[in-house]
């Protein structure tokens, strides 16, 4: 892939991302014990985005998502939340995708950045109201981020396997790092 064909296929990947934020966003909210909790359809995009390019560059996708959504839709604190949760959970699911594809799938990938994600939030939250009670809402949390982690993994894994350019490019991903190990 050459330089201007990678740089592209990052701005698509982060405008799809901000364009579902964006629409997720004026979606009513659909769990009532845990307020504020959202799917985050976004993180389907920042999985492919894991799969198929170098994690700098995925890195950028949702460097990308977390400034544009604020900025079209968003305020300081939706920007503080939103980015110590993407950070923590970007940095947890490249962790644990180096394990390898034999010890966890990409629906184990996307269940641990989702569960990451609450975390980060939680600490968010806990910091603003100088309290950690606030974190007695984890395991609510936890059990929706469960499952919305395995619902993204699903539909990350099978965009992946479905959608041939995604396949081009993962295959690409892999020629490239198998280039770089020899």
């Not at 405008?15 to 993180?43: C, D, H, M, T, W």
């Not at 920042?46 to 949702?62: N, W």
């Not at 604190?77 to 644990?96: H, K, N, P, W």
């Not at 974190?135 to 395995?150: A, H, K, N, R």
Request: hydrophobic share 50%; net charge positive.
């Amino acid at each position: 892939m050459t330089n201007n064909q990678r740089l592209v296929y990052i701005s698509l990947l982060a405008a799809q991302a901000v364009i579902i934020s964006l629409l997720e966003r004026a979606i009513p909210f659909p769990f009532a014990i845990a307020p504020g909790a959202k799917l985050g359809l976004a993180n389907i995009i920042t999985c492919v985005a894991l799969y198929t390019l170098p994690t700098k560059d995925a890195g950028k996708v949702v460097a990308t998502r977390l400034i544009l959504a604020t900025l079209l839709g968003g305020t300081i604190s939706t920007f503080m939340y939103s980015a110590t949760g993407a950070i923590l959970s970007f940095i947890g699911m490249c962790g644990v995708k180096s394990l390898g594809p034999s010890r966890i799938s990409l629906i184990g990938v996307s269940t641990t950045g989702a569960i990451l994600h609450n975390i980060g939030q939680l600490l968010v939250a806990s910091w603003i109201a100088q309290t950690w009670t606030v974190l007695l809402y984890l395991p609510v949390l936890s059990f929706i981020g469960i499952l919305s982690g395995i619902a993204i993994g699903i539909s990350a894994n099978y965009l992946l396997t479905h959608v041939d350019k995604l396949n081009y490019y993962k295959y690409l991903k892999d020629v490239n790092t198998l280039s770089h190990l020899q």
